[in-house]
């Protein structure tokens, strides 16, 4: 199975600064398509977890432009350019390579 | 509108069989670009996928190897809807569990269900 690490575990913000989230794979996830399956989910407080980017560094239909991600292969990086209060929530990735689809241990981002 | 609508029990006994049902809204359980999952939340697995099934001219279905020996995920026609069956649980089967529709491509789960608790107790 794809080990799926995220960091930090926990992140505090500040409304209108920038944040960075880590996710690091086991194995590469790039397809010999150029395709990075590897997604990202905002799960906020008493919801269901929502699709903000996939292949890595597509945004999602409806996901404000404030949220980009990149890397290749192994390691992963989710950028919030500027914090708003609605962003808190936990943050996973997940690798959509092969199944087991398996996710990161998520990180809380909170005010 | 495209839903998810889950429903079952929230509490069973340990030993028995855990039954959800994931009724399909704006969707066909049929449909060849998608895939019907299970995915459990709990403080101690996090996010753990647990199966799918999916229509692409026959019938598929895929499962965890942590699950395999106990899962069954089927697919109902008549009703537009999927069902997940765990034999045997115990208690650290107690968890938050999803059902979720899969986009073959691109590949993300693009609608989830609103999570029903189940707890595994006497």
């Known amino acids: 199975d794809i080990v799926m690490t995220q960091s930090p575990l926990s992140l505090p913000v500040t409304p209108g600064e920038p944040a960075s989230i880590s996710c690091r794979s086991s194995q590469s996830l790039l397809q010999s398509n150029g395709h990075n399956c590897l997604d990202w989910y905002l799960q906020k407080p008493g919801q269901s977890p929502q699709l903000l980017i996939y292949f890595g560094s597509d945004r999602a239909s409806g996901v404000p432009d404030r949220f980009s991600g990149s890397g290749s292969g192994t390691d992963f990086t989710l950028k919030i350019s500027r914090v708003e209060a609605d962003d808190v929530g936990v943050y996973y990735c997940?690798?959509?390579?092969?199944?087991?689809?398996?996710f990161g241990g998520g990180t809380k981002v909170e005010i | 509108q495209v839903q998810l609508q889950q429903s079952g029990p929230g509490l069973v006994s340990p030993s028995q069989t855990l039954s959800l049902t994931c009724a399909i809204s704006g969707d066909s359980v049929t449909s060849n670009s998608a895939a019907w999952n299970w995915i459990r939340q709990s403080p101690s697995r996090g996010l753990e996928w647990l199966g799918r099934t999916y229509f692409w001219s026959k019938w598929y279905t895929e499962y965890a190897e942590s699950v395999k020996s106990r899962i069954t995920i089927n697919p109902d026609t008549s009703t537009n809807q999927f069902s997940l069956q765990l034999n045997s649980v115990t208690p650290e089967d107690t968890a938050v569990y999803y059902c979720?529709?899969?986009?073959?491509?691109?590949?993300?789960?693009?609608?989830w269900g609103r999570g029903t608790l189940v707890t595994v107790s006497s």
């Open positions: 979720a529709r899969w986009r073959h491509d691109p590949r993300y789960f693009d609608l």
């Open positions: 997940m690798q959509s390579l092969q199944t087991p689809l398996t």
